[in-house]
Structures are given as structure tokens and as C-alpha cells.
């Protein structure tokens, strides 16, 4: 019987076969085709591209070399379609013949990009393969986030806190990492600030001069730098034109602050022919102290400026062009809640910045050389009020750096395996003189030299590779001073960063990407030599001279999946550091000052959390996100304390009703309680801000945007666990009214 059943199946199995080949066309053996599909921008090859004959089941992907072949065709008129990412679907038609093999080239359009979607501080050759996390701000993005400063805009992005001392000299904070383990950019080169060096000093540069902000968080030490294991932020300004309308365009905006008495104006205007642009821009920022539910923040006053003037032309296979700028500060810190002390800070940067971009034939076909030169000259003054109401200063910090950072870089078209990659050459150098009567360290000269390699290898159409080096060689000198007389000591070393990543899109709308990264910091001057008060940020500083290197070692994940109505991206990472330079409370104080000590000490240390984003479009004007972020840092050498100046776990959510012409919206952040601190450091409370925000848009000669924002209406008073304020005893901003204005024309 069983046998009987065997046999019948088998019968069964045979005659459908031969039933379903009785009913399929004729087959050719030698009816086949074959060709290149071809960028019809570029002329270039498009390596693993989708090709399918239209009503069959016969498809293919090109190989590396933009090539395909598909055999065995069923006599007759065919017609191919070709799909790819960031191509348009193109549809080509040909006859296949009886024993003969025909060729067939398709050309395919690039399709328009949506710039704010493709990140190029993540990649030179702006391929939009991401892994790491990335975003960009532009347009209304940004007027919608419109502050005093660049922390102040990021601060409730998911990984992204900010370092607190003041409206002024607020710095982004990414993943827990400050200092130059994140790189603060403008347009791609290191600006000459010395923002990243202590708490109170700010970034160069206001932020209504910049047109996008792009936010990298993670290993970002491949392109930028070998320190930067913890991301970069690129504020890119328009002050080279890259693509302009012909004729005269333009943004003026206005900005009003109530919580600081704050006012802010800005302009920028281009004129522009068929191949050669002009532009210029100026802003101008006053305020006043800071209230909060407490009372104002003595000493948080500041009256800033900014202007540029550039041009830009574009050529055949060619185009660039230059810019020159100039920033003045002059902000206060505060040190006290007495009216009668202050310390104020006043800088001057002047700066001039290049670019020219180059298509050529050949394997290596197209260039780009970028450089940024700037001198910055910062005073800190200690001021006491006298009996008779004028003030009595005393200037007792002084810094003038010069800066130039350059970048050259080669990108080759794809070869073997290689899609289109990068090489390059970075060369950083600055010189900085330290004096004053509190110079607590030397000054310090600092040559870098670097050359790197991005190359991406796509497996399919669905994966790709990510892999690169750079090699570094540093050379620091310290530079004598009035304390520091007799002070000569210089170090080099050649340092070593890469990065391994991978990028896998297994549907339309789901992408998973990672990356490892090796990164290698040298300590500072002020790491290495500090030994004083430091008035402006409120702290005595103890360095070490015999601090090494710092290595660390970084894993990034990333899922996104996005369709629609829905968009979620989960993140984590783990940093892992050898020699971590710490800024370590002792909880000591300086009789002399009154400051508590601080000391900058070398451990092992691991830091590791992650980011989770929300967002759901129930309708097309509708749209409600769900965001959070957890960091925790701890020692893993000497002990397993916390690290200090670790943000606590927050968590955002928001909600958006766009109508079109005007929209309403709301926001809330619900920041925990810090209690992982690290020796010495003080806990800080958890709290709740709530927010909303009205906006208006009116298209009549040009557009208009009004936007009217409120923060922290509950007025409540909490503690920033990022604040550097001395003991964070001084309540952070209360309820804030701002209202802001822009005209595109």
C-alpha cells in the first residue's frame, strides 16, 4: 500500500510539470541580454542596481562594475525595469531573437534628494548610508529651536544635553562626552575657539548665522579628528555661496526673549548672476540676566555680533570660493548672587575660510580643499563695584590663538569590490599665548598632520561595508608665561583611529547600521599643567603632567524603520576608555579663592546607554513624538565610582497640529533624578518643563514665518545636573516668552 502511495505521488508531481511546461513560451537557450545601467548625471557605472523583465519572474543585480546579464529569455518584445535607491524606476524596451544575445544600456536619472535627510559631516563621498546616528536641522527646523546659543538649540534632541553656565557659553554635550572628545565644526573645519576647553567659554559664533546644524552622534574620529570618539556638531553657514537664484535674495529675522530681556536681529542678502555670487550677513544679540522662580542669575548679561562677507563662483567641472568674518562676545559669568561682583568675558575672532570643489577624468575625479584661518583674542575681567557706582576691573586671563585647519580630499570612482571612496589629508595647527595675573597654565603651540581613507564596499543592493583609517602625527610645545617662566616641555606621538561599519536595508523603510571605532586623544595644556584659580569658570584646576594618551574603543547600533505614518529609531552604544582624563571633584576648596578643587586624573572608564526616538503621523497634520535618552559612566580601574558629569535619564514627548498656514503645538520633558554622581558631587533633583509653541506662515512677496514660543510655563524651579554654576545652588531660566520673525525673499 505504501508503495501504491509513493507511486501516485510521483504521478501526480510528473504530470503537473508537464502540464505547467506544455503552457510556458518557447525558451531560447541563446535568447539573451546584456549591458551596463548608467548614471545619466554622472556617465558612471551603477554597481548592484535591480533589473527585472517586466511579467516574468527573470531578474538581476549589476556587479561591481555597474554590469548585467540575463539568459534565456522567451522570444519576443520585453521591457526591462531598472529600480535603486536614489534613482528614478526607468523602463527600457528590446526584442530578444532566437540565438541571438543583444545589448542594452540604461540610462537612469538620479532622484532628487532630500537634503535634510543625507548628513554629509557622516560621510565624504555623502552617499547617505548612515552608521551612526545622524541628524540635520534646516530652514524652520532651525527658527523653531532659535536660542542664545548652540546648547541651548540642541539641548531636548535625544543624546544631546547641554553644559550650563550661563545663557552665552552654553556648549551641546553629546552622550555624556564634553571637551574635544566632541568637535563643534563650521563647515567642516575646527573654528579656533576655545570652546572646548573649560566651561566658560563659548562657541564663536551666533546662532542665527547658521543655515543647517548637522548633529553626529557617535565615532566621528575617522574624518575630523582622532579625539572624536563622542560626535560632532557642523554648523554650516551660506557665507560661500554654493547655489543661488539669479538676482537678489534674502532672509531678515527678529527675535524677543522675555526671561533675559533678550533681543536679536539678523540679515543676510546675495546677489547672484549665471556663474558668480555675493553675499553678506550681520547679527547683533543684547540681553540681561537671567530670571528664574528665585530671582535673576547675577552675571548672565551679554551683547553680541557677527558679519561676514563672501562670494562664490562655479565654473565648468569647477566651483568654490571665500569668505571672511568677524565675531565679538562680551558676556558674563556668573560668580556670585552679590550685584556688586562680576566677571565678564570679551572676545574678538576674526576669521577667513575657503573652499573649491573640482570634477576631473580620471580614476580619482573629484576634489575638494577647504581651509579655515582665525585669530581670537579673549580677556576675562573681574569687576567690583565702587562707592561712588563705577566699576573697578581687573583683567586676569588673557588668550590669543591663531588657528588654521585645511582639509584636501581625493574621491575615486568605484573600482573592484570599492564603491566610491575617499582619501585625504588634514593639517591643524594653532599657536595660543595664555597671560594675566590668574594664568593658571601655559600657553601651547600644536602641529597635526593627518592623512585618512573612507571606502565603502556594498555586498548587494541591501548591504554595505563601511571601513576606514586615519593616521595621525601630533607635536605640542608648551609656551612660557609670567607663571609658568621657565615651563619647555614638548610631546609627539602618532596616533591611530579607524572605524569598521555596516549598513543593511533589508526592506524599503527598515535600516539597521553599526559601527566600532578606535579613537586616541592627547591630553590638553590645561590636562597637563593647570595649577590655579580659573575666575571665569569658578574652580581651582590641578593638572598632571604625566597623564597619557587617552585610547578609546567604541561600539554605535542603530535601527530605524520608517513608512508614512510611523518612524522609530533605537540607539546604543558602549565607550570604552584607557587612560580617561577625569575632571574630578576632590572636595576640597582653595582658601586663597574660595573655589572648590578640581583635579584631572587618568583611569579607565566605560560609558554606555542609548537613545530612543518616536514618531507617528496619524494624519497628514497631525504628528506626535515620543523621544529619551540614558547615559551612565563609571570608573572601571581605581575603583567603580561614577563618573562625574553624567546627565540623568530624560524623557520627551511632543505633539503637533499643522493647518497649513499656522500650527500649534506642545512639548514635555521629564528629566529623573541624578543620584549616580560621582564622589563629591552633589545630587540633583528630578523635574518636569512643559512648553508650546504657535506658528504663522504667510507667502507674500517672499515668505514669512512668525513663531511664538513658551518655556517652562509652570515656572518651576530645578537644578541642570550639567550646570557648572559653583555648587549648583542657582535655579536654572523660569517661565520664558519668545517671539520670532523671518522673511525669505
Known amino acids: 500500500?505504501?508503495?501504491?502511495?509513493?507511486?501516485?505521488?510521483?504521478?501526480?508531481?510528473?504530470?503537473?510539470?508537464?502540464?505547467?511546461?506544455?503552457?510556458?513560451?518557447?525558451?531560447?537557450?541563446?535568447?539573451?541580454?546584456f549591458g551596463h545601467i548608467i548614471d545619466a548625471e554622472t556617465g558612471e557605472h551603477i554597481p548592484f542596481i535591480n533589473i527585472l523583465v517586466e511579467g516574468t519572474r527573470i531578474g538581476t543585480i549589476t556587479d561591481a562594475s555597474g554590469h548585467y546579464l540575463l539568459t534565456n529569455l522567451p522570444i519576443g518584445q520585453h521591457r526591462l525595469i531598472v529600480q535603486g535607491m536614489g534613482y528614478e524606476t526607468t523602463f527600457m524596451e528590446f526584442v530578444a531573437e532566437a540565438d541571438v544575445s543583444i545589448e542594452v544600456d540604461v540610462e537612469v536619472q538620479p532622484t532628487a534628494i532630500n537634503l535634510a535627510e543625507v548628513v554629509f559631516t557622516s560621510s565624504p563621498v555623502r552617499s547617505g548610508f548612515r552608521y551612526q546616528p545622524d541628524q540635520a536641522f534646516i530652514g524652520e527646523q532651525l527658527q523653531r529651536r532659535s536660542e542664545a546659543s548652540f546648547g541651548e538649540m540642541l539641548n531636548a534632541e535625544p543624546g544631546v544635553n547641554m553644559r550650563s553656565l550661563g545663557s552665552a557659553p552654553s556648549r551641546p554635550v553629546i552622550r555624556g562626552l564634553d571637551g574635544d572628545r566632541i568637535l563643534v565644526?563650521?563647515?567642516?573645519?575646527?573654528?579656533?575657539?576655545?570652546?572646548?576647553?573649560?566651561?566658560?567659554?563659548?562657541?564663536?559664533?551666533?546662532?542665527?548665522?547658521?543655515?543647517?546644524?548637522?548633529?553626529?552622534?557617535?565615532?566621528?574620529?575617522?574624518?575630523?579628528?582622532?579625539?572624536?570618539?563622542?560626535?560632532?556638531?557642523?554648523?554650516?553657514?551660506?557665507?560661500?555661496?554654493?547655489?543661488?537664484?539669479?538676482g537678489v535674495s534674502g532672509v531678515l529675522s527678529a527675535q524677543g526673549a522675555s526671561v533675559n530681556e533678550m533681543g536679536a536681529g539678523f540679515g543676510r542678502i546675495t546677489y547672484g548672476n549665471e556663474n558668480r555670487a555675493t553675499t553678506a550677513r550681520f547679527s547683533y544679540r543684547q540681553s540681561g540676566d537671567i530670571n528664574t522662580p528665585e530671582?535673576?542669575?547675577?552675571?548672565?548679561?551679554?551683547?553680541?555680533?557677527?558679519?561676514?562677507?563672501?562670494?562664490?563662483?562655479?565654473?565648468?567641472?569647477?566651483?568654490?570660493?571665500?569668505?571672511?568674518?568677524?565675531?565679538?562676545?562680551?558676556?558674563?559669568?556668573?560668580?556670585?548672587?552679590?550685584?556688586?561682583?562680576?566677571?565678564?568675558?570679551?572676545?574678538?575672532?576674526?576669521?577667513?575660510?575657503?573652499?573649491?570643489?573640482?570634477?576631473?577624468?580620471?580614476?580619482?575625479d573629484?576634489?575638494?580643499?577647504?581651509?579655515?584661518?582665525?585669530?581670537m583674542f579673549q580677556q576675562e575681567f573681574e569687576m567690583e563695584r565702587e562707592a561712588d557706582g563705577s566699576w573697578d576691573e581687573d583683567m586676569e586671563l588673557e588668550y590669543e590663538k591663531y588657528t588654521l585647519s585645511t582639509s584636501y580630499t581625493l574621491q575615486h570612482k568605484p573600482i573592484g569590490a570599492l564603491d566610491r571612496g575617499a582619501l585625504g589629508f588634514n593639517l591643524y595647527a594653532h599657536h595660543m599665548e595664555i597671560g594675566g595675573d590668574e594664568a593658571f597654565t601655559p600657553g601651547e603651540r600644536r602641529i597635526s598632520a593627518a592623512v585618512f581613507t573612507f571606502q565603502e564596499v556594498p555586498l548587494t543592493n541591501r548591504v554595505r561595508l563601511q571601513g576606514g583609517l586615519r593616521l595621525d602625527y601630533q607635536n605640542t610645545a608648551t609656551i612660557s608665561n609670567e607663571l609658568f617662566p621657565n615651563i619647555d616641555v614638548s610631546r609627539h606621538a602618532f596616533n591611530y583611529s579607524n572605524s569598521f561599519g555596516l549598513n543593511y536595508r533589508p526592506v524599503d523603510g527598515f535600516e539597521i547600521g553599526g559601527q566600532f571605532a578606535r579613537s586616541h586623544r592627547n591630553p590638553s595644556v590645561e590636562e597637563l599643567f593647570a595649577d590655579g584659580q580659573h575666575l571665569g569658570a569658578g574652580v581651582y584646576e590641578i593638572g598632571d603632567p604625566d597623564l597619557k594618551d587617552e585610547i578609546g574603543q567604541g561600539?554605535?547600533?542603530?535601527?530605524?524603520?520608517?513608512?508614512?505614518?510611523?518612524?522609530?529609531?533605537?540607539?546604543?552604544?558602549?565607550?570604552?576608555?584607557?587612560?580617561?582624563?577625569?575632571?574630578?571633584?576632590?572636595?576640597?576648596?582653595?582658601?586663597?579663592?574660595?573655589?572648590?578643587?578640581?583635579?584631572?586624573?587618568?583611569?579607565?572608564?566605560?560609558?554606555?546607554?542609548?537613545?530612543?526616538?518616536?514618531?507617528?503621523?496619524?494624519?497628514?497634520?497631525?504628528?506626535?513624538?515620543?523621544?529619551?535618552?540614558?547615559?551612565?559612566?563609571?570608573?572601571?580601574?581605581?575603583?567603580?565610582?561614577?563618573?562625574?558629569?553624567?546627565?540623568?535619564?530624560?524623557?520627551?514627548?511632543?505633539?503637533?497640529?499643522?493647518?497649513?498656514?499656522?500650527?500649534?503645538?506642545?512639548?514635555?520633558?521629564?528629566?529623573?533624578?541624578?543620584?549616580?554622581?560621582?564622589?563629591?558631587?552633589?545630587?540633583?533633583?528630578?523635574?518636569?518643563?512643559?512648553?508650546?509653541?504657535?506658528?504663522?506662515?504667510?507667502?507674500?512677496?517672499?515668505?514669512?514665518?512668525?513663531?511664538?514660543r513658551g518655556e517652562n510655563l509652570l515656572d518651576t524651579a530645578y537644578r541642570d545636573h550639567l550646570s557648572r554654576i559653583e555648587d549648583r545652588n542657582i535655579s536654572m531660566p523660569g517661565r520664558n516668552i519668545s517671539l520670532a520673525y523671518r522673511w525669505y525673499f
Open 1 to 33: 500500500m505504501k508503495s501504491l502511495y509513493i507511486y501516485l505521488i510521483i504521478s501526480l508531481v510528473s504530470f503537473s510539470l508537464l502540464k505547467a511546461e506544455s503552457e510556458q513560451p518557447r525558451l531560447s537557450t541563446d535568447a539573451n541580454v
Open 185 to 246: 565644526l563650521q563647515n567642516g573645519e575646527r573654528m579656533g575657539d576655545v570652546s572646548e576647553t573649560s566651561a566658560d567659554h563659548s562657541i564663536a559664533l551666533d546662532p542665527l548665522a547658521a543655515s543647517r546644524i548637522e548633529v553626529v552622534r557617535g565615532p566621528a574620529s575617522l574624518l575630523y579628528g582622532s579625539s572624536a570618539l563622542g560626535g560632532v556638531i557642523n554648523l554650516i553657514t551660506t557665507d560661500i555661496p554654493e547655489d543661488w537664484d539669479p
Open 366 to 375: 573629484r576634489a575638494q580643499l577647504r581651509f579655515h584661518a582665525s585669530r
Open 555 to 708: 561600539v554605535d547600533l542603530f535601527l530605524n524603520i520608517k513608512n508614512k505614518r510611523f518612524q522609530f529609531e533605537i540607539a546604543g552604544y558602549v565607550n570604552h576608555f584607557f587612560n580617561f582624563i577625569i575632571f574630578q571633584p576632590t572636595g576640597d576648596v582653595d582658601e586663597a579663592s574660595g573655589y572648590p578643587v578640581f583635579r584631572y586624573e587618568g583611569d579607565e572608564a566605560r560609558l554606555f546607554g542609548g537613545e530612543i526616538s518616536l514618531g507617528y503621523t496619524p494624519t497628514e497634520k497631525l504628528s506626535l513624538g515620543l523621544g529619551a535618552d540614558y547615559v551612565n559612566g563609571k570608573r572601571h580601574g581605581n575603583g567603580d565610582e561614577f563618573l562625574p558629569f553624567i546627565p540623568p535619564f530624560r524623557l520627551m514627548a511632543n505633539a503637533e497640529y499643522d493647518f497649513g498656514s499656522f500650527w500649534l503645538g506642545a512639548r514635555a520633558q521629564l528629566v529623573s533624578k541624578q543620584d549616580r554622581v560621582a564622589p563629591d558631587e552633589e545630587i540633583t533633583d528630578g523635574y518636569t518643563l512643559i512648553g508650546a509653541q504657535a506658528g504663522y506662515r504667510l507667502d507674500f512677496s517672499g515668505r514669512h514665518v512668525i513663531i511664538l
Open 295 to 364: 530671582g535673576l542669575i547675577t552675571g548672565t548679561a551679554m551683547q553680541n555680533y557677527d558679519g561676514a562677507l563672501g562670494m562664490g563662483l562655479t565654473g565648468t567641472n569647477m566651483n568654490g570660493g571665500i569668505s571672511a568674518s568677524f565675531t565679538g562676545q562680551n558676556f558674563q559669568i556668573p560668580e556670585s548672587l552679590d550685584e556688586d561682583e562680576l566677571i565678564e568675558i570679551r572676545m574678538q575672532r576674526q576669521s577667513m575660510q575657503g573652499n573649491m570643489h573640482r570634477e576631473r577624468d580620471g580614476m580619482f
